[in-house]
């Protein structure tokens, strides 16, 4: 397996992983108070926003021959970096 190959799937599982947090972020909301529903929804929004660009820069980088996707892996970090920011904040401020 190349190493494009590997970087790829590794950001694919912690996509998973993100994804599986907005939906138990979408459940929470829903059962929330209209204050606290605010501030779910503004965080889904930022987790629903980095995932969607983290895919996107996810596709060109496999879309990239073996010698660009190097130069590509660092809009998806960047694009990740967001994902983890916002997963982190989120899982501090609803912590219960």
Sequence with gaps: MSTKEAYKQKI???L???????????????????????????QIEALEQ???S??????????????AWQQLKAGVDS?????????QEAAAKFKR
């Design 50 to 52: 980095g995932i969607d």
């Design 79 to 87: 694009a990740w970096g967001t994902v983890t920011a916002a997963v």
């Design 16 to 42: 998973e992983l993100a994804q599986a947090k907005l939906a138990e972020l979408k459940a929470e909301a829903k059962i929330a108070g209209a204050d606290a529903r605010i501030q779910y929804d503004k």
């Design 12 to 14: 694919e599982a912690e």
């Design 54 to 67: 983290t895919e996107a820069k996810l596709k060109e980088l496999g879309d990239a021959g073996e010698e």
